[in-house]
């Protein structure tokens, strides 16, 4: 009840005495710059009995309005390539609007792959096809579940609320920084799986796009791998929405004469510091004790061979993983459950990687480079499922050092002094660090035209990894905005 009296004071006599019968936060964050101040900020939604005018702005969510139905005709499904969150909110739009997509999807549903995750952890057997990358409900499924994003598309509201009826917390539709946590997201994107199924969609997992045939620029069918058995499904729409790991498909549709483009992305290590350092550094004292939420930061800095070093994904309370999908090589990443109540706090430290920097003019030189140092990382590691690690005191020299390029190193050797300044004891000798955080984006994008069109028409390049996103929200947005242009375009299929 503090926060009716909150209004009821801040509005004073423009209440006109008027009761408050109801009300709901629209947006929560915390101010920590004054350590001896730290403050929540809301906004909020309320109604007053009697109604009053308030010259404020207009609030309230104008529900998600689906396009009208286009024209074309098309006797086949829309086929759906990935089940990350690009691929899983287009189908859940098409599925909405009676398009009864299908999707295909390499790795296994999330209980079967949490299951080979942990085997990968435990034991270091890597299944190439069910892993931190691939799998029902994408790269993100192992994650913190970060929902920020930098993008302002109003689709974003629509991916939030599917994901709360979902089962999601309903926090995320007014945090300023909502999370999920991997936890909570395993059944989440199950949940969404059922939804697509119940609205006439269906997902096969375990099935692998491998082959694309085309006519005269149009896409007439693809084929598929399903458990092992090669198919061929005649389909004259494609949402190629694979991620930034499947390094083996882009390959596949570079040969089959689609157009790409290299495409700069970042590449260091993963640091992890105990909780408590990260909270004394933000609030003065250990976050349970000033009552709020582990602490977070976001920190950057240019260095002097003009490369920017910054700080991204970052997981109070989480893990430091193994995040590999591919034998002989090594990618590290972090995630957290919903508590985020581990003992250690992590981020990606990352340096700019530019083109000029992948060695060839082959728009597939990136993942080349990526790869290179994945294999450095898998060689200089003590165990398949050990990304190599040591202390920040210990640094020079290490085979963390030897697992990044030189530049990469270099510029954050020359970083850290300053971060530490921003946020205190953020280069302390005992702080761990891990090689190599290489997947933070994609290092190819398809291209596509105004209408999202690649150069082969019927097949529309999506989210992560063909370049139009960086993060759950905005690839789960660009798949909505497929969806929506797939719908003004083409008529439903007539059961
Ligand atoms: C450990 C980790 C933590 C992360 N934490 C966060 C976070 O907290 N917040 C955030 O915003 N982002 C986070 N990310 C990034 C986020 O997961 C991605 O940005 C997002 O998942 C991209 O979505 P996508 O749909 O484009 O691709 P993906 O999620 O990569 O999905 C692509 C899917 O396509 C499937 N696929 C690939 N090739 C084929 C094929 N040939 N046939 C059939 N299926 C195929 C894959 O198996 C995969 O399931 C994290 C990533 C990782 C790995």
């Given at each position: 009840?503090?926060?009716?009296r909150?209004?009821?004071?801040?509005?004073?006599?423009?209440?006109?005495?008027a009761?408050?019968?109801?009300?709901?936060?629209?947006?929560?964050?915390?101010?920590?710059?004054?350590?001896?101040?730290?403050?929540?900020i809301?906004?909020?939604?309320?109604?007053?009995?009697?109604?009053?005018?308030?010259?404020?702005?207009?609030?309230g969510?104008?529900?998600?309005?689906?396009?009208?139905?286009g024209?074309?005709?098309?006797?086949?499904?829309?086929?759906?390539?990935?089940?990350?969150?690009?691929?899983?909110?287009?189908?859940?739009?098409?599925?909405?609007?009676?398009?009864?997509?299908?999707?295909?999807?390499?790795?296994?549903?999330?209980e079967?792959?949490?299951?080979?995750?942990?085997?990968?952890?435990?034991?270091?057997?890597?299944?190439?096809?069910?892993?931190?990358?691939?799998?029902?409900?994408?790269?993100?499924?192992?994650?913190?579940?970060?929902?920020?994003?930098?993008?302002?598309?109003?689709?974003?509201?629509?991916?939030?609320?599917?994901?709360?009826?979902?089962?999601?917390g309903?926090?995320?539709?007014?945090?300023?920084?909502?999370?999920?946590?991997?936890?909570?997201?395993?059944?989440?994107?199950?949940?969404?799986?059922?939804?697509?199924?119940?609205?006439?969609?269906?997902?096969?997992?375990?099935?692998?796009l491998?082959?694309?045939?085309?006519?005269?620029?149009?896409?007439?069918?693809?084929?598929?791998?399903?458990?092992?058995?090669?198919?061929?499904?005649?389909?004259?729409?494609?949402?190629?929405?694979?991620?930034?790991?499947?390094?083996?498909?882009?390959?596949?549709?570079?040969?089959?004469?689609?157009?790409?483009?290299?495409?700069?992305?970042?590449?260091?290590?993963?640091?992890?510091?105990?909780?408590?350092?990260?909270?004394?550094?933000?609030?003065?004292?250990?976050?349970?004790?000033?009552?709020?939420?582990?602490?977070?930061?976001?920190?950057?800095?240019?260095?002097?061979?003009?490369?920017?070093?910054?700080?991204?994904?970052?997981?109070?309370?989480?893990?430091?993983?193994?995040?590999?999908?591919?034998?002989?090589?090594?990618?590290?990443?972090?995630?957290?459950?919903?508590?985020?109540?581990?003992?250690?706090?992590?981020?990606?430290?990352?340096?700019?990687?530019?083109?000029?920097?992948?060695?060839?003019?082959?728009?597939?030189t990136?993942?080349?480079?990526?790869e290179?140092?994945?294999?450095l990382?898998?060689?200089?590691?003590?165990?398949?499922?050990?990304?190599?690690?040591?202390?920040?005191?210990?640094?020079?020299?290490?085979?963390?050092?030897?697992?990044?390029?030189?530049?990469?190193?270099?510029?954050?050797?020359?970083?850290?002094?300053?971060?530490?300044?921003?946020?205190?004891?953020?280069?302390?000798?005992?702080?761990?660090?891990?090689?190599?955080e290489?997947?933070?984006?994609?290092p190819?994008?398809?291209?596509?035209?105004?209408?999202?069109?690649?150069?082969i028409?019927?097949?529309?390049?999506?989210?992560?990894?063909?370049g139009?996103?960086?993060?759950?929200?905005?690839a789960?947005?660009?798949?909505?905005?497929?969806?929506?242009?797939?719908?003004?375009?083409?008529?439903?299929?007539?059961?």
């Open positions: 009840m503090e926060i009716p909150k209004i009821e004071k801040k509005l004073g006599k423009r209440l006109k005495g009761e408050i019968t109801e009300w709901k936060i629209v947006k929560e964050s915390i101010d920590a710059r004054d350590k001896k101040n730290i403050k929540w809301y906004t909020i939604d309320f109604e007053t009995e009697p109604k009053i005018q308030l010259s404020l702005p207009e609030g969510e104008q529900p998600y309005r689906f396009p009208k139905s024209d074309a005709v098309s006797k086949e499904r829309p086929v759906i390539c990935g089940f990350g969150p690009a691929g899983m909110f287009c189908a859940l739009l098409l599925a909405e609007a009676g398009y009864c997509p299908l999707v295909l999807e390499r790795g296994k549903k999330a079967e792959r949490a299951a080979d995750v942990e085997r990968f952890w435990q034991d270091g057997v890597l299944d190439p096809e069910s892993n931190v990358q691939f799998g029902e409900g994408g790269a993100g499924t192992f994650s913190d579940g970060k929902l920020v994003t930098g993008i302002k598309d109003p689709r974003t509201r629509k991916v939030l609320h599917e994901l709360v009826s979902a089962g999601a309903a926090d995320i539709l007014y945090k300023h920084k909502p999370h999920i946590g991997t936890d909570v997201l395993r059944d989440v994107v199950q949940e969404i799986r059922k939804k697509i199924i119940r609205f006439g969609g269906e997902v096969l997992f375990s099935t692998k491998s082959g694309i045939e085309a006519e005269r620029g149009q896409l007439e069918a693809v084929t598929v791998l399903q458990n092992g058995t090669a198919r061929r499904l005649k389909t004259k729409v494609l949402v190629l929405a694979t991620g930034h790991s499947a390094r083996d498909t882009m390959r596949m549709l570079y040969t089959r004469g689609l157009f790409m483009e290299q495409k700069p992305f970042s590449i260091g290590v993963r640091i992890e510091h105990p909780q408590r350092i990260i909270d004394l550094a933000q609030y003065g004292m250990p976050h349970e004790d000033a009552g709020l939420p582990p602490a977070e930061y976001k920190l950057s800095y240019r260095s002097r061979n003009g490369r920017g070093v910054y700080t991204f994904c970052m997981c109070p309370g989480g893990e430091v993983i193994a995040a590999s999908s591919e034998n002989g090589m090594t990618a590290t990443n972090g995630m957290s459950y919903h508590a985020r109540d581990g003992a250690y706090a992590n981020s990606a430290l990352l340096v700019d990687v530019r083109t000029e920097d992948f060695g060839g003019i082959d728009p597939l990136g993942i080349e480079f990526q290179k140092y994945e294999r990382a898998f060689e200089n590691s003590t165990a398949v499922n050990r990304p190599p690690c040591v202390m920040w005191g210990e640094f020079c020299g290490s085979a963390v050092q030897r697992s990044i390029p030189e530049f990469a190193s270099s510029a954050i050797e020359e970083a850290m002094p300053y971060l530490a300044r921003k946020l205190k004891d953020f280069d302390m000798p005992q702080a761990r660090i891990f090689a190599v290489s997947r933070s984006s994609s190819v994008r398809i291209l596509r035209d105004a209408m999202y069109e690649s150069n028409k019927g097949l529309y390049p999506a989210g992560e990894g063909a139009y996103a960086g993060g759950i929200m905005s789960a947005a660009d798949g909505i905005r497929i969806a929506e242009i797939l719908i003004s375009k083409y008529k439903k299929i007539e059961s």
